[in-house]
């Protein structure tokens, strides 16, 4: 139940494309989803992150949507660059006093020039 | 932006020896975070400390596995023995409250 399950594994875009990336979770006390974005040899960066009572949340190119009823996230890249490519993994916190982020295993996204 | 800084980057050591990771912390951060990642896979949670104290760890925290932050310097993660299996990056991280994390780069343990 504690499991974030994350797709796909990879994914390859065109430069200027739109990325989309995708998870679910079962545990409806998760309230906390950040998406970190991690290049080779570095720790993971956060993203963007939403809370559960919102259902969007933009920065610049990278909007992640949340879906309460279907315990949905996605990330969205618009306008994707090849400074993009990295590791993008979402995660979950829940709110019933856990400290620990549940991770997914991750998207490995190429931008393709 | 504000970094969380681990020393060493890279670590190989003998099966069976000690090993201690360090963390410098963001500066006004007051909850630290262990988290381990093998080859490229999903980061896993080891344990969360607070105001001196071990609040959360998960399984994957062995008894080996001990931490501290003496005097408010490097939060540390000690591994005593290692064991072939322990050999991942650990990631530590800090954050300020029930909020975003930061997470440093990482330490590269091979045990051999």
């Known amino acids: 139940q504690q499991q974030v399950r994350q797709s796909p594994q990879s994914l390859t875009v065109w430069e200027g494309g739109t990325t989309v990336l995708t998870c679910s979770y079962e545990?409806?006390?998760?309230?906390?989803f950040p998406w970190y974005q991690q290049f080779p040899g570095e720790g993971p960066a956060l993203l963007i992150s939403?809370?559960?009572?919102?259902d969007k949340k933009e920065d610049g190119r990278f909007t992640t949507f949340f879906n309460k009823r279907e315990k949905k996230l996605s990330l969205h890249i618009i306008d994707s660059q090849p400074g993009d490519s990295a590791t993008y993994f979402c995660?979950?916190?829940?709110?019933?006093?856990?400290?620990?982020?549940?991770f997914g295993s991750g998207t490995q996204l190429t931008v393709m020039p | 932006g504000p970094k969380v800084l681990q020393i060493p980057s890279h670590q190989i050591i003998d099966m069976g020896q000690m090993v201690t990771l360090n963390c410098d912390p963001v500066?006004?951060?007051?909850?630290f975070y262990w988290y381990k990642q093998i080859l490229g896979q999903q980061m896993e949670f080891l344990v969360n400390?607070?105001?001196?104290?071990?609040?959360?760890k998960s399984k994957l925290f062995k008894d080996q596995f001990s931490v501290e932050r003496p005097d408010g310097s490097y939060f540390t993660l000690k591994i005593q023995p290692t064991a072939l299996e322990d050999s991942a990056v650990y990631f530590c991280?800090?954050?300020?409250?029930?909020?975003?994390?930061?997470f440093g780069s990482g330490t590269r343990l091979l045990v051999i």
């Open positions: 995660a979950a916190r829940a709110s019933s006093g856990s400290w620990q982020l549940i």
């Open positions: 939403i809370l559960s009572v919102s």
């Open positions: 400390f607070y105001n001196g104290k071990v609040m959360e």
């Open positions: 991280a800090s954050s300020q409250g029930n909020s975003d994390y930061t």
């Open positions: 545990d409806s006390t998760f309230n906390y």
């Open positions: 500066s006004n951060h007051l909850y």
